[in-house]
Nanobody, 117 residues
C-alpha cells in the first residue's frame, strides 16, 4: 500500500527555519517525481518545489532562494528545507509523488506550517 507521511511542521517566528520531511513506502520511490505543495485557507493548492528522478529541481518564485528540496532514494525520503520564513508561507504543506509515464500520483496527509510572531 503506497503511503506518504509528512512531518516537521510547526509554529515558527518570521525569519525562522523549518525542515519538512516526507517518508515514502509501498511504491518504487526512485521512479517518481517528488514535489511539495501548499494550501493556505481560502486559497488554491500551489506547487512549492519539485525534484525529478534525476535530481533536477525547480521552485515557485515566491520561495526561490529560501527553500531547498532534496531527495534520498535509499531512504525513500524527500526533504524541504525552509529558511527566512514569512507569514505568507503559512499553509498546510503536502508531499506528492508522480510517475508521469503511468499517470500515477500519491499524496500525503499534510503538515501544518504557521509563521507568526
Amino acid at each position: 500500500q503506497a503511503q506518504l507521511v509528512e512531518s516537521g511542521g510547526g509554529l515558527v517566528q518570521p525569519g525562522g527555519s523549518l525542515k519538512l520531511s516526507c517518508a515514502a513506502s509501498g511504491f518504487s520511490f526512485g521512479n517518481y517525481v517528488m514535489s511539495w505543495y501548499r494550501q493556505a485557507p481560502g486559497k488554491e493548492r500551489e506547487l512549492v518545489a519539485i525534484i525529478t528522478t534525476g535530481g533536477n529541481t525547480d521552485y515557485a518564485d515566491s520561495v526561490k532562494g529560501r527553500f531547498t528540496i532534496s531527495r534520498d532514494n535509499n531512504k525513500k525520503m524527500v526533504v524541504l528545507e525552509m529558511n527566512n520564513l514569512k507569514p505568507e508561507d503559512t499553509a498546510m504543506y503536502y508531499c506528492k509523488a508522480t510517475w508521469p509515464s503511468i499517470r500515477n500520483t500519491y499524496w500525503g496527509q499534510g503538515t501544518q506550517v504557521t509563521v507568526s510572531p
